[in-house]
Nanobody
Framework: QVQLVESGGGLVQAGGSLRLSCAAS????????MGWFRQAPGTEREFVAA????????SYADSVKGRFTISRDNAKNTVYLQMNSLEPEDTAVYYC?????????????????WGQGAQVTVSS
């Protein structure tokens, strides 16, 4: 099991930016595909972005494409989510997820390690 800790959440005005980080405890971090999901109150957890273990392949939800960028630094055991042009609809708890795989997976059920979540609130 890999331990995941998110950071970087907070309150921002619409149109602003935030960068989330997810630090992993596992020294074999480079063998894990990583993903970001989010969950707003009263809704199911939904896919946001994913990246393959080497960083060469990424995938995004249509709602964030062109605004969010996922990246990773395997030397630092960290994955990032750069969020630009934030909208009130982006308000949610954001979760980092991991699974030992080569693919940028987009389904929640494909991941078996989860962080505790980071709150992102976008005011209008």
């Amino acid at each position: 099991q890999v331990q995941l800790v998110e950071s970087g959440g907070g309150l921002v005005q619409a149109g602003g930016s935030l960068r989330l980080s997810c630090a992993a405890s596992e020294r074999t971090f480079s063998t894990y595909a990583m993903g970001w999901f989010r969950q707003a109150p009263g809704t199911e957890r939904e896919f946001v972005a994913a990246i393959s273990r080497g960083g060469g392949r990424t995938s995004y939800a249509d709602s964030v494409k062109g605004r969010f960028t996922i990246s990773r630094d395997n030397a630092k055991n960290t994955v990032y989510l750069q969020m630009n042009s934030l909208e009130p609809e982006d308000t949610a708890v954001y979760y980092c997820a991991a699974r030992q795989s080569d693919y940028a997976m987009t389904y929640r059920s494909e991941y078996d390690n989860w962080g505790q979540g980071a709150q992102v609130t976008v005011s209008s």
